[in-house]
């Protein structure tokens, strides 16, 4: 797969240009509109095609992974079988949510409706969905009711056959030995996937390990998790190509949303524009997660833009923004946040704290590659860091003193990235297999993941420093970390500064990295697009 990520887009994005929208504010404070010209995308441009062979392809690698590893695979006929997302309503209404599939089965049909449930032989490849009977009258409301041959057409699967024939099927001459079903626990969320369920079939897990005794069936909950995620962690190059095609997506929208900011706005304002950009240009439904559109002490609010604090504050003169948002495609995620001021131009101490995070980013991307332990990239982000905040007077010392001391902890609190895929904070972290456990240490024990890097891995690489006051109370409270502070240039020039963080996907190749995003990263570059120098991310430099 080629390394420029124009190269994986169809032709026909580059037929002509339309006008983008961008805001103006009068005196009173009304946005007024005035057209852009977008350089490099067209509203009438279709998105990439995914191939239904990417999901083939994702159920051949499961089968293979589960023949290697159960010792009676070949000799009995095992059934992976999955249950999809159902169609959920805001509470007791009948106002439908707008659907998303769930990951897992997403990732090994690409069904994009809900309701459906789907089988694998391990042995064959052999794949059945199975649909919802749809009543009569769905065909007034939401229109024609499709034939099984419509879907099997549609999602290239040896059959299609009704949810209600399931059990049957199950139990009857193409009766399984054992089913396969997706048990496990997520370790961002300490959540537990949903296995699969069909009544008269199977009765939900047992503690402990081992199949477990179905009513009809007997069911393996412990053997497919844990494969499962494996191959979700290891991205295959059509994933690969859809992961790059939504951060183009994201890059771009950033870009626009830079391009438009000036004081008198409001953070939803940007929020706004990133979806519309992100649909409009890209056919981006959803988005991966909360956008996180923090300006002035807002951007210190790690997971800023909750219900609680809805990207609500009106952008002030001075104020250092920061921007976490992202598109998501097919349901593969996009993470890019960029920091800049909403002026335009750095202030030096807005240009001091960028300078810092941006020389723990690129250290960082210049040694991560295959064999690299990510909590030793950490405590790298974490070392540069302190070299960069003894540079710019704010710690006092020497790095090692700081290092020992594990101040950087109190400036950047979580871990330096996650993997990402299907969910932005995808599964693999810590996979029982490895035996790895969680850091006990400040600021470690936030690590999403503490793997070894492989080839084909797709992780976030997002350092930060946030001025946090509950953080920063409790550094100058302390005697021993508060010698290590200049805490004259704390208080009187950073306390409600807010915070800068730089966030870029990447994948883990032979050698080092492939970067996704092409976001600014230096202060020439951020100033040069907030001033209309450079107009598409191809302006901008393609590094690693």
Not at 338 to 353: E, L, N, R
Request: charged share 25%; glycine share 10%; proline share 6%.
């Amino acid at each position: 797969m080629s390394s420029s990520s124009e190269n994986s887009l169809p032709a026909q994005h580059s037929n002509g240009h339309v006008g983008r929208v961008a805001l103006e504010r009068m005196p009173h404070g009304a946005p007024v509109h005035r057209r852009l010209d977008h350089p490099t995308l067209t509203a009438t441009m279709p998105p990439i095609e995914v191939p239904m062979s990417m999901y083939a392809e994702n159920r051949q690698k499961l089968c293979a992974r589960l023949l290697e590893k159960l010792s009676n695979a070949r000799e009995k006929k095992l059934l992976v079988l999955m249950e999809g997302g159902k169609e959920e309503y805001r509470y007791d209404s009948d106002a439908e949510k707008i659907f998303r599939q769930e990951s897992w089965f997403a990732y090994l049909f690409g069904v994009k409706e809900p309701g459906f449930y789907g089988s694998i032989d391990v042995n064959t490849g052999y794949t059945t969905l199975y649909m919802p009977r749809l009543p009569v009258e769905y065909a007034v409301w939401m229109g024609r009711i499709q034939p099984p041959s419509h879907f099997q057409a549609m999602y290239e699967v040896d059959r299609v056959l009704f949810v209600d024939e399931l059990a049957a099927t199950l139990l009857g001459p193409e009766r399984p030995d054992t089913l396969l079903l997706n048990r496990g626990l997520n370790t961002d969320s300490g959540s537990t996937a949903k296995p699969a369920s069909v009544e008269g079939v199977t009765t939900p897990p047992k503690e402990g390990n081992g199949a477990q005794a179905g009513k009809a069936l007997p069911c393996d909950y412990d053997s497919l998790y844990d494969e499962l995620v494996e191959c979700r962690v290891h991205k295959s190059p059509a994933e690969l190509r859809v992961l790059q095609y939504v951060n183009d997506i994201s890059s771009d929208a950033h870009l626009a949303v830079m391009q438009q900011v000036k004081p008198g706005m409001t953070e939803y304002q940007l929020e706004s524009l990133f979806l519309h950009h992100g649909y409009y240009y890209g056919g981006c439904r959803h988005v991966a997660y909360t956008s996180i559109c923090g300006c002035g002490p807002n951007a210190a609010t790690l997971h800023y833009g909750h219900a609680g604090a809805p990207n609500d504050r009106l952008i002030r003169d001075g104020d250092m923004l920061l921007l976490d948002m992202g598109a998501e495609f097919r349901c593969y995620a996009s993470d890019i946040t960029c920091s800049f001021p909403a002026s335009g131009t750095f202030s030096p101490d807005q240009k001091m704290i960028f300078q810092v995070v941006q020389a723990m980013q690129f250290a960082v991307m210049d040694a991560l590659r295959p064999g690299v332990a990510w909590p030793d990239m950490h405590d790298l982000a974490y070392r540069v860091g302190c070299e960069m905040l003894l540079k710019g007077g704010l710690l006092k010392g020497s790095v090692e003193a700081l290092m020992e001391a594990n101040i950087m902890p109190f400036f950047m609190p979580h871990g330096l990235g996650h993997f990402m895929g299907l969910d932005v904070h995808d599964c693999g972290g810590y996979p029982p297999a490895l035996g790895l456990k969680k850091s006990e240490k400040r600021g470690y024990k936030n690590l999403r993941t503490g793997r070894v890097m492989e080839e084909g891995m797709v992780i976030t690489v997002e350092p930060g420093v946030y001025f946090i006051d509950s953080l920063l109370d409790e550094l100058v409270a302390d005697v021993r970390l508060r010698e290590l502070v200049d805490l004259e240039v704390l208080e009187t020039r950073f306390r409600g500064f807010g915070g800068v963080r730089l966030e870029d996907d990447v994948v883990i190749v032979e050698g080092g990295i492939r970067n996704l995003t092409r976001a600014a990263r230096t202060v020439e570059e951020v100033e040069a697009v907030m001033a209309g120098k450079i107009k598409s991310k191809e302006e901008l430099p393609k590094r690693w």
